[in-house]
């Protein structure tokens, strides 16, 4: 981990969105970049939406399949020219199917400076349960 | 018999191993080539981060995506008219049980200098992280402000 962190860090260009549907709004739509992992007991999703403010992310789990949405607001002021620009600002959306049973009433959301960290609990698994015969 | 099915078979030999590669290309050319057309191409330094510049009557704003990435482990200094962005991106890590499926967000160190269209006031130019926006707001200098000249009529 440590040797990652020290190494430079290189342009990633924003990925655009290509899915088969088309986007009902026009406009540019990104794929945000993700890690997602998975331990015993939940699954965590962290994806990086710079500019999505959470009245504006939308995440809803349906049949299995995970879908974030995040609309951003252009930051630039009304009056503002462009001399130089580098990057696009847009949509983020992207989805998943995810194949573990996922506890959808315990999903918590945090979106910290423009990263969203995404925890999905497991349903516990049903544990094997003896029953004992009475002899009566 | 036996020898007119052998010849009615797909000559595998004949096939050249370029024909292949060919196809490959043709293909991946038609995937890329398809992307390029709806990506966006704008000028690029090719330096982490990228900017976005823009000016109003009296200031310049110079704007970068840092998701994650906190105000304190920046480092924005400008000289002149050159404005330099140094910092690192850190991705805290995780539980040591954790599996990773997918790992595309990626950590590292950064620096960037860019010179700005004009002069500017140093004294009062400031810096905020809002939502993983980098927004650095710097104040023109008198003599980069527009000036509106009246035509007198006489």
New interface residues.
Partial sequence: MSDTQSKALKVKEKKELTTASEQIQPGPAFTPAVDIFETDHDITVLADMPGVKAKNLNIDLRDDVLTLAGDVKSPEGPDEVEMLTEYQTGKYFRQFTLSEVIDQSNIDANLKDGVLRLNLPKIAPATPRKIKVKVA | MIMRRISSWPKWETRSPFEDVDLMRREINRLFGG?AD???R????????????????NN??A?A??????TDELDISITGNSLSIAG????P???E??????????????SRITTL?GQVDTAKSEAR?V???L?IVLPKAESAKPKQITVKTS
């Fill in positions: 992307l709806s990506t966006f704008g000028p690029s330094a090719g330096v982490f981060p990228l900017l976005n510049i823009t000016e109003d009557n310049y704003y704007r995506e840092l998701p994650g990435t906190k690192e991106r850190k991705i890590s995780e539980n049980s954790a599996n990773y499926h997918r790992r595309e967000r990626e950590a590292g160190k950064f269209p992280c939502d993983g926006i927004t």
